[in-house]
């Protein structure tokens, strides 16, 4: 399957779950499984997105960071498909972008060796870790260089096997499923 038809699939799906009961019981079960991990527990910093309305809820994972003394590092867009994360915090102002994300207005960059832990987004996911994200390729760009631990939040939905990696795909190393 080609990655566009992949996206909108993803998608379909990501919306019919958005209004779901489901929905919030595959959200905590992810979420336990997480701040059980190692990952979580040995990361004194992490990188995360805001994630946008159908996206897996990342607030209780920034709101549990601020909680047990990590820092938040949340990404900005940058021309050219780079994207760079910026330290925030529980004041920090954020504007929408015209994709729908929301960025920090944040001007204090977080370098990719001060993150220990990069919690991935994606449409849709192979179980060796591989995503689809929304196209724009700036995740894959940023893990090429990226040496710290790294993890994507799934719902069952967003498994999806049948589709060809690409030489510049980048995997993330775990994937806290909600099954």
């Not at 867009?77 to 960025?103: C, N, Q």
Request: net charge neutral; aromatic share 12%.
């Amino acid at each position: 399957m080609e990655k566009e038809k992949l996206r909108k699939r993803a998608i379909a799906r990501l919306q019919k779950l958005a209004d779901s009961k489901e929905r919030m019981n595959q959200v905590e079960c992810v979420l336990e499984k997480l701040f059980q991990s190692n990952a979580w527990k040995e990361a004194t910093s992490i990188g995360v997105t805001m994630s946008t309305q159908f996206e897996f809820p990342t607030s209780s994972v920034i709101q549990r960071a601020f909680e047990t003394g990590k820092k938040v590092a949340v990404p900005k867009s940058l021309p050219k498909g780079e994207m760079i994360f910026h330290w925030v915090d529980t004041d920090t102002v954020f504007y929408t972008t015209r994709f729908g994300v929301a960025e920090p207005e944040t001007e204090d960059i977080a370098r990719s060796n001060e993150l220990d832990l990069l919690i991935v987004p994606g449409l849709a996911f192979n179980r060796a870790g591989y995503r689809v994200g929304f196209g724009g390729g700036y995740y894959d760009r940023y893990l090429a260089n990226y040496k710290g631990k790294t993890c994507s939040l799934v719902f069952v939905e967003q498994l999806m096997e049948a589709w060809q990696v690409e030489d510049f795909d980048q995997p993330v190393q775990q994937l806290f499923l909600s099954m």
